[in-house]
């Protein structure tokens, strides 16, 4: 995905959006599901997060409202070029050291053994029902709890909803958070299908058809 509106964010920026992200989903229904504990959950968040957008960074296009970093927007677009090897090894990566901190920060391994047996709410694994491999899929939206409600999460929406309506794309997305979904909704995305397993958990699977 290519913007001309929106600010590419550069490695330096992480940490804060390392930040962003932790007070985002502080309090989302996956991660209370997935590390009930409230003080371990405190410690892995950001470790978790720190892991993700360092492989976001390599792999995906991670855009921010403007360099205030207020709202994050995180996407894979399955119309670019990619180097395959590359994509495993990062992928790779980041699974062990996810796996290293979830192990460090619970010795009991209970979450790990949640992250395990809660893998389909975390792999995206749903999208092959799609068929579509030309498709730009939302892996995060957020805005920082104290901006919301400023038109931010639109603004980065939209953008991403011209690139892909450009480029004749669908657009997916999950959500964990019921709330979200008439969010989505409001910008023309469906549920295709809810996800629920092992947990008392929901996963809705929303697309944005041409």
Same mark, same amino acid.
């Given at each position: ?6 600010? =590419? ?20 229904? +996956? @991660? ?58 990062? !992928? ?9 901190? +979830?192990?460090?920060?619970? =010795? ?35 805005? =920082? ?17 011209? @690139? ?31 996800? !629920?397993?092992?947990?008392? +958990? ?5 697309? =944005? !058809?041409?």
């Amino acid at each position: 995905m290519e913007s001309q509106k929106l600010y =590419r964010v550069q490695k330096e920026d992480l940490p804060k959006l390392r930040e962003l992200l932790t007070q985002c989903f502080a309090e989302d229904p +996956l @991660y209370l599901s997935l590390i009930p504990d409230e003080e371990t959950r405190k410690r892995l968040l950001p470790e978790l997060f720190e892991c993700d957008l360092t492989e976001f960074f390599e792999i995906c296009k991670i855009y921010a409202d403007s360099p205030k970093l207020n709202g994050i927007l995180v996407v894979s677009d399955g119309s670019e070029e990619y180097n395959p090897v590359q994509y495993f090894l990062t !992928e790779a990566k980041a699974s062990l050291k996810t796996d290293e901190y +979830l192990i460090k920060e619970d =010795r009991s391994f209970k979450t790990f053994w949640n992250f395990v047996i809660g893998r389909d709410y975390l792999n995206s694994s749903w999208t092959d029902q799609l068929h579509r491999e030309e498709r730009l899929h939302i892996i995060y939206l957020a805005v =920082r709890p104290s901006m919301q409600h400023h038109g931010i999460s639109a603004y980065l929406m939209n953008e991403a909803i011209a @690139y892909a309506e450009n480029k004749k794309m669908m657009i997916s997305l999950e959500t964990h958070n019921e709330k979200n979904v008439t969010l989505y909704q409001h910008f023309g995305f469906k549920i295709f299908g809810i996800v !629920e397993k092992h947990f008392r +958990l929901k996963q809705y699977c929303m697309v =944005r !058809e041409l």
